[in-house]
């Protein structure tokens, strides 16, 4: 390879050397100085060309969005910000860009509008930032997990099953929607699918993930999962990447103390490996702060905020506690939230779990012991309480400005239990006949928890709106590419 990355030559002490740099026009000015960059760095480097020694045609193609070639001399540099710079001795367009037709401007373009042209947007700095943090997080959860002997499962994206019970799936067929085949009670007969059954793209790999828990004992699946949920929000995705451990003999102590060694130690990660992009996505959001009323600004930084979480042992409180702390709050003057919730069994509305996090304990809250009919069939049921409600072990982690950031649960091992519960909400016994075999057959206590990983990404770069931290978002009506 003949060229040097920019991040390696910016760090590098050697002026004098002869350097090749490859890669795209960000800026030009007074036919002499470019910004380049390729991507390794949020930083560009400058090239300064000799312009009454450079062919006039060449110096035209010199545009925003251009692929060039540079080679020259790398010298100390006189410019603000920067140690080098390449005093240019050949230049070679590899690409052209023509500026007239050129979505992005050497100027910064709203999120809305990146957003249009999702398709061009990896090349501009924060869309640098905030993937090269994601896949700093990434990697982070990969050796978090290795480095515990975790084994990293491959679930399947297509299966039989619906694993949340709540039936927001997206549904796998070969089928001629035109000329269904019907059975004689005019259902869709899926035994002449594919797979010869009806199949769907999973909404999690827990199911499968607990049959290798019960053989390996700690194991996580790290995959895209799928929901057919119809909400258009900042916080949805229709397709997401779910971080899933599962741990035999774990109770929901071990499970809680997982969670949260888990993200501190990723956003430590991002922190340590990341402070440019960090810095850079933290002035961002300086800048937009600015634009707001003082009462509204907040009052940590992003550095700030990401260090106050590693450093802070999160709030573990019940439903019913946290019941009782929203039954005796005040709807605020402004009427922008009613914390008031109606009654013990209700599931938490957005503004309930903000209210929690944000205003009463003003950090990452732990939600345990839900009622059991608001959660999902597998959860280990608790004793009814002294007043006959009945709860499940499980818990929720719910993060400032984001919400619920993980779902969890220590699971029903005991099998009668376990088919009660699925007969009551209607989940045919037949069809999970090889999940029942972890409770037939030398079933243990055990636990494992999903962590939304946009939403991860969504906390640790500040961004609000979560089609800004995948790269190709789906949602509901838009899936462009
Ligand atoms: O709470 P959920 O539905 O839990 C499960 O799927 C369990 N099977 C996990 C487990 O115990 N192994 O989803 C887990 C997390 C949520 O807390 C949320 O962060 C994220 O996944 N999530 C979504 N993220 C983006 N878009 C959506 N539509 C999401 N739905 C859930
Ligand atoms: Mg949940």
Redesign the pocket.
Known sequence: MEHTRIKQLLLSEETGKEVIVKGWVRTFRNNQFIAINDGSTLHNIQAVVDFEHTDEAVLKRITTGAAIRVKGELVASLGKGQRVEIKVAEITILGDSDPEKYPLQPKKHSLEFLREIAHLRFRTGTFNAIFKVRNALAFAVNKFFNDRDFVYMHTPIITGSD??G?GEMFRVTTLDLNNLPRTESGDIDFKEDFFGKSTNLT????LE?ELAAMAFGNIYTFGP?F?A?N?NTT????E?W?I???MAFYDLEDNMDLAEELLKYVINYALKTCPDEIEFLRNRLLDEEKSKPQAERSELDLVEKLHFVIENRFERVSYTDAIEILKRSKPNQKKQFKYLIEAWGADLQSEHERFLVEKHFKKPVILTDYPREIK?FYMKQNEPDAQGRQTVRAM??LFPGIG??????QREENLEKLLTRMAEVGIPEEEMDWFLDTRRFGSAPHA?????F??LVLFVTGMTN?RDVIPFPRTPKSAAF
């Open positions: 694993a949340e709540a909404v999690s790999g827990q993930g999962t929901r949920e909400s916080r949805h995705l229709a997401f779910m899933e451990p599962e999902s929720d982690i619920e950031m993980v779902g969890g649960s494992g928890f999903g962590v939304g946009e939403r979560i």
